[in-house]
């Protein structure tokens, strides 16, 4: 009786296996679920990485704005291409952590992609409110940064913020 049940079981996972893989949403479904358990022990890590960028191009985009040169289709392809890096970098470190066993690869990728979107968001940060003391702490490590996003000289930015935070009022003191 029980071999029989499971004969029956087997022919119907079969079935419904045939049945799923026989249309294209079958195969999206399997796709998904491959990739939901590929990244299962790295979700955090994974989801943060994604948010971190997507931060990064609203907050490119807000500069934008208030540069006067809306480039949200620009915005959106190197966004695009940065989260199809990151997702390459970190699909290969989490299937080195599978095989050793560990999620300390992947962790640390996924820690420095945040950490570099972060910087990148605090230089737009900067940008946008030059007044803010955390912000401030960090102004002469980001006019690198700054300088490239506003295709600027450093020593014009520099002159820039420096002169933006003497004339105007500072409300974190």
Not at 23 to 49: E, K, P, Q, R, T
Not at 119 to 145: D, V, Y
Request: overall charge negative; aromatic content about 8%.
């Amino acid at each position: 009786m029980i071999e029989m049940l499971g004969q029956i079981a087997w022919k119907s996972l079969g079935k419904l296996c045939g049945i799923l893989l026989n249309n294209l949403l079958g195969w999206v479904y399997l796709l998904v679920l491959f990739l939901i358990d590929y990244f299962a022990g790295h979700a955090f890590i994974v989801c943060l990485a994604m948010a971190v960028t997507l931060m990064d191009a609203v907050w490119g985009i807000a500069v934008s704005i208030r540069q006067g040169q809306f480039a949200l289709s620009e915005l959106a392809r190197l966004t695009i291409a940065k989260l199809a890096v990151y997702g390459c970098a970190l699909s290969v470190f989490v299937g080195l952590d599978k095989v050793t066993d560990s999620v300390v690869t992947g962790s640390v990728v996924g820690a420095a992609i945040v950490l570099v979107e972060f910087w990148s968001c605090c230089a737009s940060m900067l940008i946008l409110f030059p007044h803010i003391l955390f912000l401030r702490l960090m102004k002469k490590a980001l006019t690198g940064e700054i300088a490239s996003k506003l295709h600027i000289s450093e020593d014009d930015v520099v002159n820039v913020l420096e002169g933006r935070n003497n004339n105007e009022t500072n409300d974190d003191k």
